[in-house]
């Protein structure tokens, strides 16, 4: 069973900088789709950024690129979301997503494409 756990959520003022962590475990195929996700109160839950594991490419979604980083340590098994240049409109649950034994869809951010998530991890930011 797939397991993803994040972490390092915290609350940050603006400008300010925060990395993410989410934990895998449960599954060891070398080509899958990890994506970061995020919900902020009242809003529906938003792509931020994916990573292919297998070829390393990476997907970011247009209010983030620039600021955010998403990486990979295989040896950890953990997928990272380095994020500089924090913004209020960043404040938000966000969450870890795994497409196992899969390709990045083509629709890159779509919730229906990943099988599983993490329980998220809150970042506010304050001015």
């Known amino acids: 069973q797939v397991q993803l756990v994040e972490s390092g959520g915290d609350s940050v003022q603006a400008g300010g900088s925060l990395r993410l962590s989410c934990a895998t475990s449960g599954y060891r195929y070398i080509r899958n789709c990890m994506g970061w996700f995020r919900q902020a109160p009242g809003k529906e839950r938003e792509g931020v950024a994916a990573i292919s594991t297998d070829s390393g490419s990476t997907y970011y979604a247009d209010s983030v690129k620039g600021r955010f980083s998403i990486s990979q340590d295989n040896a950890k098994n953990t997928v990272y979301l380095e994020m500089k240049g924090l913004k209020l409109e960043d404040t938000a649950t966000y969450y870890c997503?795994?497409?196992?034994?899969?390709?990045?869809?083509?629709?890159?951010?779509?919730?229906?494409?990943?099988?599983?998530w993490g329980q998220g991890t809150r970042v506010t930011v304050s001015s």
């Open positions: 997503a795994a497409r196992p034994n899969a390709r990045c869809p083509l629709l890159i951010f779509s919730t229906t494409a990943y099988a599983s």
